[in-house]
């Protein structure tokens, strides 16, 4: 059964830092593409971040572009999202996601979500 | 990149039928044959329904199903029931330095 499930979220002071993790499991994590996707308070779901399965391609939004980084663990099966200079437009619940895309083989969808975690950015 | 426009809510019977649209441009939706559709319950993770514009993955009741003409996908609710209710987002890939785009979402109630 595949399971994602986040950690690392909470309340930061504008200007702040934060890691998010999401530990994956039930897969082969090297294989699949990975991303992070937000979703604010009451409000819709934004794209945050994509990493390819090898971890050498990364691509941000830009509403988070110089700030977040997206990483992954292959070996530790985790997946990493470096929050930094956070704002707080960046209140939200982050979301890790699979995407369908496997080896290599695009598929440009999101097949599995974690259950979230809340990051609040508030003095 | 803006978000690809749907009606903010769709209310409909049970054993009704409803459809959601999703309108963007030709760079998104119009481009591609990648537009997903996820439900999603209050309190809870996005759920997957539809993929690359009407394909069903496994475990998704056939009620649902997608379609495209243009620049704008639907999804339709055949038969609607009450657990059905729930909000929905489509999504679609771009080919740019963002790759995808989210819906505003629609709010679907049963009446």
């Known amino acids: 059964e595949v399971q994602l499930v986040e950690s690392g979220g909470g309340l930061v002071q504008p200007g702040g830092s934060l890691r998010l993790s999401c530990a994956a499991s039930?897969?082969?994590?090297?294989?699949?593409?990975m991303n992070w996707v937000r979703q604010a308070p009451e409000k819709g779901l934004e794209w945050v971040s994509r990493?390819?399965?090898?971890?050498?391609?990364?691509y941000h939004a830009e509403s988070v572009k110089g700030r977040f980084t997206i990483s992954r663990d292959n070996p530790k099966n985790t997946l990493y999202l470096q929050m930094n200079s956070l704002r707080a437009e960046d209140t939200a619940v982050y979301y890790c996601?699979?995407?369908?895309?496997?080896?290599?083989?695009?598929?440009?969808?999101?097949?599995?979500w974690g259950q979230g975690s809340l990051v609040t950015v508030s003095s | 990149q803006s978000a690809l426009t749907q009606p903010a809510s769709v209310s409909g019977s049970p054993g009704q039928s409803i459809t959601i649209s999703c309108t963007g441009t030709?760079?998104?939706?119009?481009?591609?044959?990648?537009v997903s559709w996820y439900q999603q319950h209050p309190g809870k993770a996005p759920k997957l329904m539809i993929y690359?514009?009407?394909n069903r993955p496994s475990g998704v009741s056939n009620r649902f199903s997608g379609s495209k003409s243009g620049n704008t996908a639907s999804l339709t609710i055949s038969g609607l029931q009450a657990e059905d209710e729930a909000d929905y987002f489509c999504?679609?890939?771009?080919?740019?330095?963002?790759?995808?785009?989210f819906g505003t979402g629609t709010k679907v109630t049963v009446l």
């Open positions: 996601a699979r995407e369908g895309t496997h080896y290599g083989d695009f598929r440009p969808y999101f097949d599995y």
């Open positions: 039930g897969f082969t994590f090297s294989s699949y593409a």
């Open positions: 990493i390819s399965g090898s971890g050498d391609t990364t």
């Open positions: 030709s760079s998104d939706v119009g481009g591609y044959n990648y």
């Open positions: 690359d514009v009407s």
């Open positions: 999504n679609s890939y771009i080919s740019s330095s963002t790759l995808y785009v």
